[in-house]
């Protein structure tokens, strides 16, 4: 096994690799799931009952759509923040 690669196959299998990354993703998109869920349900819901009103219908569809904005919103700006971190971490390496 090479001592660079922390699990043995990490650094030199790339299906795995690959593997990885999509099950972190999928874990990930469950995690957002869940939140908004959670949030969504806390917001909108006062008493369950057997159907949605119109009401808490149109509340839970703004709260999904907003919880979507703020994410893409914060993911761009974490985007932007790393790219234009990017040219400067380099030339402290130089």
Do not use: Y
Request: hydrophobic share 30%; with cysteine; aromatic share 8%.
């Amino acid at each position: 096994m090479e001592p660079s690669s922390p699990a043995g196959l990490g650094a030199t299998d790339p299906q795995l690799q690959h593997f990885i990354e999509v099950e972190t993703q999928k874990q990930r998109f469950q995690q957002l799931v869940h939140q908004m869920t959670e949030l969504c349900w806390e917001k909108c819901m006062d008493k369950p009952g057997p159907k949605l009103d119109s009401r808490a219908e149109t509340c839970f569809v703004n709260c999904v759509e907003r919880f979507i904005d703020t994410s893409q919103f914060i993911l761009n700006r974490l985007e932007q923040t790393q790219k234009s971190k990017s040219p400067f971490s380099e030339s402290l390496s130089d």
